[in-house]
């Protein structure tokens, strides 16, 4: 069951990565992802109609673990949708409203299953049976609408707190970008510069470091990850992992700062040749 679920979550990810390195919207990458997400998922349902687990530690690692993954990341690309329709509306006051109600219903869900959130960050497992077992599925510690679906026979008590706890851990940051100033959206579009970068990745690597050095942003006082995220929505790229290029560039044979010297000598020869100009 174990190696089944990873080969799927495995070829999953790789699809949905694509579509998030890929250049289009917010919105249509959302509802890609989403459309893969449900996918995988209704692939998921058919595997746990007809699978027999080995034993009750096997189903209560599926339940508690394995289906809330996928099963999150689809009710988050909901969530989204809605967030990006609101974005687009022409009055940043009726957005952010929107944003702070998301944000209060996960304070309520926090409030409310302090205990559960508790168990499960301290990977406690003494309520493991009660929680994640079917045959003890109890009608009254599960919501109503879970009980009018199809797969009602497949519920457990816990499986559906496990599933908003990591749909709101990551909505929650989402949200928060968007109130800490994530560029607005216009007609489903992201908005944050009219700038490209066009050079290597490595090279705008190279210019953020040598910034970040030399103590020229903020009084040297911007971390590497804040100077790459600012750069990111500047230029309109993806950087990725700031560390693993820099420790690329500290790697190369010949010289270490190929960019930072070619636009010193670009800027020099341009400077001369104005110089020459009678």
């Given at each position: 069951m174990e190696q089944y679920f990873k080969i799927l979550k495995d070829r999953l990810d790789k699809k949905t990565e694509k579509v998030s390195k890929s250049n289009l919207s917010e919105f249509e990458k959302n509802e890609q992802c989403k459309m893969i997400l449900l996918e995988h998922y209704r692939e998921l349902q058919s595997f746990e109609e007809t699978y027999r687990f080995k034993n009750e530690q096997e189903e209560i690692?599926?339940?508690?673990?394995?289906?809330?993954q996928i099963?999150?990341?689809?009710l988050y690309c909901n969530k989204v949708r809605k967030i990006i329709h609101f974005s687009q509306i022409q009055c940043l006051e009726i957005?952010?409203?929107h944003l702070n109600y998301e944000l209060k219903k996960i304070t309520d869900f926090y409030e409310s299953h302090i205990d559960f959130i508790s168990y499960?960050?301290?990977?406690?497992?003494?309520?493991?049976?009660?929680?994640?077992?079917?045959?003890?599925?109890?009608?009254?510690?599960?919501?109503?609408y879970l009980l009018l679906r199809e797969d009602a026979d497949q519920i457990t008590n816990g499986g559906h707190l496990v599933v908003k706890l990591l749909l709101n851990t990551k909505l929650y940051k989402?949200?928060?970008?968007?109130?800490?100033?994530?560029?607005?959206?216009?007609?489903?579009?992201?908005?944050?510069?009219d700038f490209l970068w066009t050079a290597p990745k490595s090279a705008l690597i190279e210019v953020i470091?040598?910034?970040?050095?030399?103590?020229?942003?903020?009084?040297?006082?911007?971390?590497?990850?804040?100077?790459v995220h600012g750069f990111e929505l500047f230029f309109n790229v993806e950087l990725g992992d700031p560390y693993r290029h820099f420790t690329n560039i500290k790697q190369r044979k010949k010289t270490t700062t190929t960019f930072l010297e070619s636009l010193q000598n670009s800027l020099i020869q341009h400077m001369n040749e104005q110089d020459s100009i009678p």
């Open positions: 690692r599926y339940f508690k673990h394995f289906k809330p099963l999150s990341e689809i957005s952010e409203k499960m960050n301290s990977e406690q497992i003494f309520s493991d049976e009660t929680l994640f077992l079917r045959k003890n599925a109890n009608v009254s510690a599960v919501p109503s989402f949200i928060q970008n968007k109130l800490n100033g994530e560029p607005v959206s216009k007609n489903g579009k992201t908005i944050k510069s470091y040598a910034l970040h050095y030399k103590g020229v942003i903020n009084n040297g006082s911007a971390e590497i990850k804040q100077l």
